[in-house]
């Protein structure tokens, strides 16, 4: 459009631009999907983590419990359960955990420090 004689013309506009060009949209969702996929990954290594220091739980609990019917007691120490000639030859450590000192006869193990900061529980 031409200006009317004796006007100065319109300012000229600045080009348009676009927030994401095609490959900005690109790269925005494959950063999302990187991280989306980081988290999940994450989430199974913890759930993975938690189950495995659970199942071990359940061995130490089992092991505990045919301790105290054999030597009619109801505590039994860590290094009495395991060890080559015990009912379990060896822990799998699998996140830096504490497995508790001594077992008691119908009290919940607590598992202490999985990866640095979770705690697991189990109700024999």
């Not at 301790?67 to 379990?88: C, M, P, W």
């Not at 000192?101 to 705690?119: E, K, N, P, S």
């Amino acid at each position: 459009m031409e200006p009317a004689p004796g006007q100065p013309p319109p300012p000229a506009r600045p080009p348009r631009t676009r927030l994401f060009t095609g490959l900005g949209v690109t790269a925005v969702v494959a950063i999302a999907v990187a991280t989306f996929a980081w988290i999940s990954i994450q989430k199974a290594r913890r759930h993975s983590q938690e189950e495995t220091v659970l199942c071990m739980a359940r061995q130490l609990s089992a092991a505990a419990d045919q301790y105290f019917l054999e030597n009619s007691v109801s505590t039994a120490r860590f290094d009495q359960l395991v060890g080559s000639s015990n009912y379990l030859r060896a822990i799998a450590y699998v996140a830096g955990e504490t497995y508790p000192d001594t077992y008691t006869q119908g009290v919940t193990l607590t598992i202490r420090g999985v990866a640095g900061t979770r705690t697991v529980t189990y109700a024999p």
